[in-house]
Nanobody, 120 residues
Framework: QVELVESGGGLVQAGGSLRLSCVAS????????????MAWFRQAPGKARDVVAA????????YYEDSVKGRFTISRDNAKNTVYLQMNSLKPEDTAVYFC?????????WGQGTQVTVSS
């Protein structure tokens, strides 16, 4: 049963913007999404999957990895079971597959991710 579906990735030039979305569904999230802390992760080829940004259940507190501070913004809409990642001033080093999951991540909930490619 699909639980997390990411979308919004693509190919963009350096300095451009993308907005990623992650919709949560299924038995785990259908009625309890608002109770979960959520996060965006990314994985570049040959590298580990690392957290990029995180948000509390209410959205009142957020966390950003140092390299994306001031450029990325995480938000959520609990009524839509959706978490977003607005990415501005993109750099080639942001190229990766982006995933969402709970924070800490549920191993069985990883989706397919969405590819973000930033050209120089």
């Amino acid at each position: 049963q699909v639980e997390l579906v990411e979308s919004g990735g693509g190919l963009v030039q350096a300095g451009g913007s993308l907005r990623l979305s992650c919709v949560a569904s299924g038995s785990t999230f259908s009625s309890t999404f608002s109770s979960f802390r959520m996060a965006w992760f990314r994985q570049a080829p040959g590298k580990a999957r690392d957290v990029v940004a995180a948000i509390t259940w209410s959205g009142s507190t957020t966390y950003y990895e140092d390299s994306v501070k001031g450029r990325f913004t995480i938000s959520r809409d609990n009524a839509k079971n959706t978490v977003y990642l607005q990415m501005n001033s993109l750099k080639p080093e942001d190229t990766a597959v982006y995933f969402c999951n709970t924070n800490p991540p549920r191993p069985g909930s990883w989706g397919q991710g969405t590819q973000v490619t930033v050209s120089s």
